[in-house]
């Protein structure tokens, strides 16, 4: 599925990110990120492993705490919030995990039921039968309602895993690592689901990977994040269209080319 | 001769410093007792996780259940086959279900429960939070909104404490029962008679110190279990020293308190 025409709104920022800083002990991860993430926009962050992507996505969903810098999410600044406030926040952020993250001790149903009855009290039955339905219907795995996540293949946990953040219809979408470990027709299956997600639940979406087919097949803008920073912020050909040697090797390796 | 293997050989690792390893010690304390604290703050505040609490009681009580059994039974039969022949010596078996039940009732009973519960639930417990910790299901609970501290921490601590001295009475019973059946067999005592002589020498503070016990091992396991599971880390390397801390640390903690709490009833008796 080709990426389908968005409508983003470029005067209304729903993440906003200014020099944020993050070191673990003597080594500095993030050294002074910039980041705006628009209303209905697919923002793909592109590096390689350990270069502080998935950081970046724990502290603006409030799992880490940000040594410098400030991080505003529907202008609520996370580092100053109070933790209901936080709490009430995260509902509206969706986050899908690199290894998706589901309840192994509970079947997929109870997996997307789990957060809808905890953050939606006096929710009936009936209500929440035909969100879990819904939500297995926009990932197209109706048929795992019952099953284990230990029975479910690493493409279909993907997909389980983006269906129980959807369930608390969220605004904003955290992808971290959508395709590693990925066959690469699962892999063009969940782009494809990324690119529904935003068109049917119209939400602005922060993706997180090294996967080249991912960032081009999904990304409406692309951050390249080298030593630290954001050194190339553009459209996929404006990123790659450089002579800069730490950005070309990752474009010339990638099988894309 | 081998010279080369002896030159390439790695240098012996040098551990953390004493003065490290004192500083590290007094960090996990500290750590511990904050986990303590949020406990206490967040275990009775609303909303309360009771259809979760139910659960993890009845997997403490079922985890452990058939251990408990055997090993209270044996124990109850074992300590009476072995404390006969001193008694014997004096003439005074007729006081075996009195020194049975004394022994029973005051030590044995919470402290081999606690034990056993240490080795099935407080390791279950951290391995289980801990491989959650690891594959970043405990994240995925507080990103969606809920609080997982409260749902598997809480839940879990409030469970054992409850449970603890409902088994730890069972295995009273059943050390007792493990007791008449030896006695009866080589005295031929009925079990009216053995029952009646089992309470004679036992007082109100008996049962309150044991109970007591009971409550503080069963707290003990489950927050040693939920702090070790909580705060994994390194994998599933992490996964398996977490289950180890818990029963490690859990049964040092145990035979630390029971020292602590018969001291504190000797001085009510």
Redesign the interface.
Known sequence: MEKGKTNIDYKNPVIVVRGLEKAFDDYRVLRGIDLDLYQEENLVVLGRSGSGKSVLI?II???LKADKGEVMVFGNDISTITDMEL??L??R?G?S???S????SMTVRKNLE??LV??RKGITRKEINTSVESVLDAVGLSQTINQMPSELSGGQRKRIGIA??LI?KPEIMLYDEPTAGLDPITCIEINDLINEVQQRFHTSSIIITHDLTCAKSTGDRIAMLLDGQFQRVGSFDEVFNTSDERVKPFFEYNFIQ | MNTASKSTAPAAKKGPSFKRRLSNAFVSLYDINKFILRFFREAFLPPFELKEVVRQCYETGVRSFTLITLTGFITGLIFTKQSRPSLSNFGAQSWLPSLVSIAIMRALAPLVTALIAAGKVGSSIGAELG??RV???I?????????PFKFLVCTRVLATTLTLPILATYTAFVALLGGYVNVSVNEGTSYTTFMEQVFEPLTFVDFVASLSKSIVFGFTIGIVGCYQGYYSTKGTEGVGKAANGAVVTAMFLIFVEEILIVQIAGWFR
């Open positions: 724990k969903s409030g799992l709490q009430e995260r509902i952020i986050f995990f690199q290894n993250a589901l309840y192994d789990f957060p905890r953050n129980r953040t608390l | 491989s959650m594959t970043e299901q994240d995925a609970m507080e990103v969606s909104g809920t609080k």
